[in-house]
């Protein structure tokens, strides 16, 4: 069974992880958001594709919640001591990731092609792709103004209420190498459990992967990132609020209008199951907090329930 992963940072990468106890990493493509990607003292920085790469080869320090454990601040405390900016936190080993990609993407390499090169070193078995290898950049538009979304998310502590979040060079952008195929190949399309406007939104805001869901919507299930109308980690719930008027699962449901046949919701949304259903997509409801072992099975059993069905 061929499946196809859209994903974001912490909640996509432990959806994916639990995924693959379940199945064959083999065959599982994730496709990244790169929305939140950045330029930090001329170094591109990809934070959702490092979150999935370092968490999936169990680098990640998961105690803070991000970056690689065991991780080391001398070259960021020596920017500092300089004047430099470091408001992004880069530890050093998350450095060496970054030169390396760099001087790859300085060579003329797609960064398709080089996320699946550090992949291979970290020992992936899974394939992880870029969702696109043009530039593609998330802005929030806030009443303070608008801001690049790691400016709005790190240095201002997303304390800005958003009224608009816009897709720069998401109307040229193409799917990365590999994309159209992972799609067209997939006997199922999961939406992980990311927030749907700065990490899954970026994604379907390339046209031609947003038209491979809309074709293929009778095997694309979404999981929902949020847990009571609140989300599990970050600010998904208070865009929700802006955004969207609410944070119930029927309007997480409205994020993938004509997308998804099937969304699973967690058992404390389950009042919201009706309003689901309503607007033709199908609520399973189970528990969706991956905190423990047996958690992660029930959830992953019901999204590939999806293609029994």
């Known amino acids: 069974m061929k499946i196809a992963v859209l994903a974001g940072g912490v909640g996509g990468a432990r959806f994916v992880q639990a995924l693959t106890e379940a199945v064959d990493p083999c065959d ?14 001329g170094l591109h920085v990809a934070p959702d594709l490092d979150t999935l790469l370092y968490t999936l080869a169990g680098l990640a320090d998961e105690e803070r919640g991000w970056g690689r454990a065991g991780e080391t601040w001398n070259a960021l405390d020596t920017v ?44 992936l078995e899974l394939t992880l792709l870029p969702a696109t290898d043009d530039r593609l950049r998330t802005r929030i538009r806030t009443p303070a103004g608008e801001f690049e979304f790691q400016e709005w998310f790190v240095a201002r502590g997303h304390r800005d209420r958003v009224d608009e979040v816009v897709y720069e060079g998401a109307a040229e952008a193409r799917p990365a190498l590999g994309v159209p195929e992972a799609l067209a190949e997939a006997d199922l399309i999961a939406i992980a459990p990311s927030n749907p406007f700065v990490s899954i939104g970026p994604i379907l805001a390339v046209a031609e992967i947003r038209a491979a869901l809309e074709r293929q919507r009778d095997h694309v299930v979404a999981v929902s990132p ?20 609410g944070t119930s699962a029927a309007q997480v449901t409205d994020c993938y209008k004509g997308m998804i046949d099937a969304h699973e919701i967690d058992e404390a949304d389950e009042a919201d199951a009706a309003a689901v259903s309503e607007r033709g997509v199908r609520p399973l409801v189970t528990r969706t907090l991956m905190s423990e072992p047996a958690a992660r099975r029930a959830l992953t059993e019901t999204v590939l329930g999806l293609v029994a069905a």
């Open 80 to 123: 500092r001591e300089l004047g430099g900016e470091g408001w992004f936190q880069l530890g050093d080993r998350d450095l060496g990731l970054h030169l390396v990609r760099t001087e790859a993407l300085a060579r003329g390499e797609s960064l398709s092609t080089v996320t699946k090169r550090l992949a291979g070193a970290v020992g």
């Open 226 to 245: 949020l847990i009571g109308g609140r989300a599990v980690k970050g600010p998904a719930d208070a865009k929700f609020s802006s955004l969207a008027g």
């Open 28 to 41: 599982v493509t994730v496709i990244a958001n790169v929305g939140d990607d950045l330029e930090v003292h």
